[in-house]
């Protein structure tokens, strides 16, 4: 059950756009459509942002998207804000019945 | 509207045991998988445990497998984890988290507010 790979973190300037990689292997991100990202401000409840590769949740914003190629997720988030600086989290669902989750990628809004 | 209220937390020493609870409301409890997920101080967000809605499965990380139990009462709307043989490296905020869909690896879409397990001597 090794974490899933994450850069420690990104950073762009608010209006750009910034990808963050969530890598594991066919027994994980690979195989299954059950890919998750959440967003984590520090001292608040993680917020799901994406779930099953690239579907949002009412209410999120729709500059959140989400992709997956091979055994790569990633999460794009366009037009950048203050707010959108937190933590990122991704998870999947594993050919042993569990899940994982990413290390985290901080995202910093220049 | 969905509440998680979890309890349980607290300091205990190396080897001994905790019992968390995770009392859930505004939505039908019965029909959902549920997990527990915990943050260390300073680390990222690690998958702990999870059962399926009737309580007839249950999966478990390897860091827990053995030494953690998670179960849950259908009829009090309540999720349990049952820890034992604590390690310093259970030290925590673990979350209760409900899924979105009717299996538990379909994405977290409400989080409890989170109980602090302290092992330490």
């Known amino acids: 059950q090794s974490a899933l790979t994450q850069p420690a973190s990104v950073s762009g300037s608010p209006g750009q756009s910034i990808t963050i990689s969530c890598t594991g292997t066919?027994?994980?991100?690979?195989?299954?459509?059950?890919v998750s990202w959440y967003q984590h401000h520090p001292g608040k409840a993680p917020k799901l942002m994406i779930y099953?590769?690239?579907n949002r949740p009412s209410g999120v914003s729709n500059r959140f998207s989400g992709s997956k190629s091979g055994s790569t997720a990633s999460l794009t988030i366009s037009g950048l804000q203050a707010e959108d600086e937190a933590d990122y989290y991704c998870s999947s669902y594993t050919s042993s019945s569990t899940l994982v989750f990413g290390g985290g990628t901080k995202l910093t809004v220049l | 509207e969905v509440q998680m209220l979890e309890s349980g937390g607290g300091l205990v020493q190396p080897g001994g045991s905790l019992r968390l609870s995770c009392a859930a409301s505004?939505?039908?409890?019965?029909?959902?998988?549920m997990n527990w997920v915990r943050q260390a101080p300073g680390k990222g967000l690690e998958w702990v445990s999870s059962i399926t809605s009737s309580g007839g499965s249950t999966f478990y990380a390897d860091s827990v497998k053995g030494r953690f139990t998670i179960s849950r009462d259908n009829s009090k709307n309540t999720l349990y984890l049952q820890m034992d043989s604590l390690r310093a490296e259970d030290t925590a905020v673990y979350y209760c988290?409900?899924?979105?869909?009717?299996?538990?690896?379909?994405?977290?879409?409400?989080w409890g507010q989170g109980t602090l397990v302290t092992v330490s001597s």
């Open positions: 099953e590769v690239s």
């Open positions: 066919t027994s994980d991100v690979g195989g299954y459509n059950y």
């Open positions: 505004g939505f039908t409890f019965s029909t959902y998988a």
């Open positions: 988290a409900k899924p979105r869909g009717s299996g538990y690896y379909r994405g977290i879409d409400y």
